[in-house]
């Protein structure tokens, strides 16, 4: 008897996994691999990523370091929570012996009428800062020809005080010249959070990275791929079926690409290759649409207030952009009323300003799931 191989699902649907296949993402790639080919001070080497929830800055973090490890650099990756910067200077101190400053005071704190007796003479202990331990780390690895990568995700989300610790030391490290690259990533609130502050006129200086949905023509291609790699045809009108439903979000094609496959791996026959078909792939989106509203739309509805709610719910009915005034008055408030909530919403990143007094939601599905679950987020928001 031939037996049937196993082979795993090659699709990753979970926040931060690496995808077998980084679609639409060789621009900024290249930026990176340009920045640490052109040696410091190059604007690869200090970069500000941002983009939408799901849209795959954490995997592209990721990539980095792979590719930074690849040449023998550190990497270190850190994501925004408080004690961000002590646990940044943890990594970088050395694991063995601690370094010790000397401090001896030669001239007594209290001035000439104090007491001589204030005046000790003992080694106090400094802490050693980013910077210092940056330095050090940074002698040793340039000696090999290797450097630093650090990269931060979920920036939005930092406390100012270590977004100054951590600038302030990286800010010392370029003037240094030192070979060293800095990745920042987070949600686009993060732009009007940080880099209006005069602290981080640093940040500013980052090259912007805007990541955005991926064209269908690359989804569609790779999607072939990867099936085409496990022994299942994917191809005519089922590709179509699938890579349209995903819209280019990048999350979305990790779920369309699992569900389909999962579906189509059922029905392979002894060792052999297996087709999708045109009824498989309808299955596969729709099971994949359930699983974004449950992973995606859920978690973000329940992280909003109930007028949000409101305002989203009056957006769903329209089939496309809607006018903020006609939001208004479906939610039977006042313009400036309904403005706030606006201004919240495109601040989580929830919804888009199309201009002409119009917005848009920002998540793909969103409306369909809003108005399938309509009743029910009423009802929940009655309670
Ligand atoms: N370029 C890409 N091509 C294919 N799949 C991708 C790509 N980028 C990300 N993905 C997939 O999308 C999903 C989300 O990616 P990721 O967690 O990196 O997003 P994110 O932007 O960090 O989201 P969040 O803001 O919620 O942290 C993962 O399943 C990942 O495998
Ligand atoms: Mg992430």
Do not use: C
């Not at 297996?274 to 359930?290: K, Q």
């Amino acid at each position: 008897m031939v037996k049937k191989p196993v082979v795993s699902n090659p699709f990753k649907p979970s926040a931060g996994h690496l995808p077998p296949i980084l679609i639409g993402r060789d621009g900024v790639l290249d930026d990176f691999l340009e920045g640490l080919d052109d040696g410091s001070g190059a604007p690869g080497r200090l970069m500000r990523v941002t983009g939408a929830r799901g849209v795959g800055k954490t995997v592209l973090l990721a990539e980095f370091r792979r590719i930074a490890e690849e040449r023998g650099w550190l990497t270190i990756s850190e994501t925004a929570s408080k004690g961000m910067a002590q646990r940044l200077l943890d990594h970088l101190k050395p694991a063995k012996g601690t370094f010790e400053f000397t401090v001896e005071p030669s001239v007594n704190a209290f001035g000439v009428g104090g007491s001589l007796g204030a005046m000790r003479y003992e080694r106090q202990r400094m802490p050693l800062d980013l910077r210092d331990a940056m330095s050090l780390r940074l002698d040793a690895l340039e000696r090999r020809d290797a450097g630093l990568l650090v990269t931060v995700d979920e920036v939005q989300a930092a406390d100012r005080d270590d977004m100054v610790a951590i600038a302030t030391a990286m800010q010392h490290m370029v003037s240094d010249d030192r070979n060293v690259a800095f990745v920042f990533a987070g949600l686009p609130s993060m732009a009007s959070k940080w880099l209006n502050d005069e602290v981080m006129t640093f940040l500013r200086r980052a090259q912007p990275e805007r990541l955005g949905d991926v064209g269908l023509m690359e989804v569609s291609d790779a999607l072939h791929d990867s099936f085409r790699q496990t022994g299942i045809v994917l191809d005519g009108e089922p590709l179509r079926i699938a890579a349209e439903a995903t819209a280019g979000y990048p999350f979305m094609i990790q779920l369309v690409g699992y569900s389909i496959w999962r579906i189509a791996n059922r029905s392979r026959r002894g060792d052999g290759d297996a087709v999708v078909s045109e009824e498989d792939a309808h299955r596969g989106v729709r099971d994949a649409l359930s699983r974004l509203g449950d992973t995606v739309h859920g978690p973000e509805l329940d992280g909003l207030s109930p007028v949000d709610k409101t305002y989203l719910l009056a957006m769903a009915q329209d089939d496309g952009p809607a006018s903020t005034s006609v939001v208004a008055q479906r939610m039977g408030k006042s313009v400036k009323y309904a403005s706030r909530y606006r201004m919240r919403l495109l601040e989580a990143q929830v919804i888009v300003d199309k201009g002409y007094g119009k917005v848009d939601f920002a998540i793909p599905y969103l409306r369909e799931y809003l108005r399938e679950h309509a009743a029910f987020i009423r009802m929940s928001l009655e309670r």
